[in-house]
């Protein structure tokens, strides 16, 4: 039978909430029509051992990559390299899928043909032990293949909505656009928001919040922690993403406005977020990012004027000023995200 979809489990050191993840995609109903593919990514605990238990017990829909450690990206290019499915979607080891929306999901997937499926979600904090629904607006058309319209993100609340656990992509798509995520590096999930979006024609909206993110655990790559400790990951995504960008971008197209936002909130952000607590070598990498991003007026301007970087959430001053050798390092930070108002004045 064919496959209509492959989900792709990246999975480090996961013992702890691997089984959780993998019992949401078990139905019987719909098995048959999924491959899902476990890339161990050289774990030290016993995450192979439960993922062949999933493997054993299902052989026509879970099957097992064991391989050295290469951080997510190297995880999602095996994956993809071995993908079967009409349709491609991600699935963090420490997430999961609402199985009630997961269920109707895969059985709609005979009846499309999009380019891009794009869900609603569930937005699971850790600390509070709530679920939160994120949905669409009121006025978007679901469940219909529709050519991709700019005013389909138009509003606030559908742009936000644009990330990796809401897409689903045709697998022939993503090959097409030659994604190949950074291999070592963090953040690399970024790629695959990014990259396959520009071979989009087609779109589909599904009302269901398949994807269960966990929001708020320890050492969660999205913290503020993190963006400090992997400050080198962030900066070689967000070059490689820009220098995409800067040869490929066509304002002329349907997406433009949507990788206007996505690019400032999701991909820069973070970078010119961390200079609230990094260093003189942090902040001289950031200038020559800032440098090269200026070399396109509408993105550079965008990104200067928008709320994303004007609004930094000082927060973080507060929580990791005790980091700082002196406030100096807080003042010198705002000195290069505004620099760009110098340059313009001079």
């Known amino acids: 039978m064919e496959k ?33 593919i476990v890339v161990n990514d050289g774990s030290k605990d016993n995450t192979s051992e439960i993922a062949h238990n999933f493997a054993s017990k299902y052989p026509n829909t879970f099957e097992v990559i ?97 990330f990796v656990a809401n897409i689903c992509y045709k697998t022939e798509v993503i090959r097409k656009s030659g994604l190949v995520w950074s291999e070592g590096v963090f953040y690399s999930d970024n790629e695959y928001d990014y990259w396959p979006l520009k071979y989009v024609k087609t779109i589909r909206f599904v009302p269901l919040p398949v994807y269960v993110y966990v929001y708020g655990t320890e050492g969660q790559s999205v913290a503020m922690s993190s ?36 690019l400032t909130k999701d991909v820069f952000k973070p970078v010119y977020k961390a200079l609230l607590v990094n260093g003189k070598e942090y902040r001289k990498k950031v200038a020559e990012l800032d440098k090269k991003m200026s070399n396109n007026e509408a993105l550079y301007s965008y990104f200067g004027n928008t709320e994303n970087i004007r609004n930094l959430p000082y927060k973080y001053v507060k929580k990791y000023r005790k980091k700082m050798p002196s406030f100096w390092i807080f003042k010198s930070a705002f000195k290069v995200m505004y620099m760009r108002q110098c340059r313009r004045k001079n």
């Open 4 to 36: 209509l979809l492959t989900v792709v489990v990246p999975a480090y050191n996961a013992k702890d909430y691997l089984s959780r993840c993998l019992e949401s995609l078990i139905d019987e109903s719909i098995m048959d029509l999924v491959q899902v």
């Open 66 to 162: 064991d391989k050295d450690n290469g951080n997510y990206g190297s995880c999602m290019n095996v994956g993809l390299k071995k993908a079967v499915g009409k349709y491609f979607r991600t699935l963090d080891s420490d997430d999961w899928y609402d199985k009630e929306s997961y269920v109707k999901f895969v059985k709609m997937l005979s009846d499309t043909d999009a380019d891009m499926l794009f869900c609603e979600k569930y937005k699971y904090y850790y600390k509070q032990k709530s679920l939160r629904r994120e949905s669409f607006i009121n006025t978007i058309d679901t469940d219909k293949d529709l050519n991709f319209k700019k005013e389909y993100f138009s509003d606030r609340q559908m742009k936000d909505l644009f």
């Open 227 to 262: 963006l400090i400790k992997n400050q080198s990951s962030y900066l070689k995504v967000a070059n490689k993403i820009l220098d995409d960008y800067l040869i490929n971008n066509d304002p002329t197209s349907e997406i433009y406005d949507l990788q206007l936002y996505h």
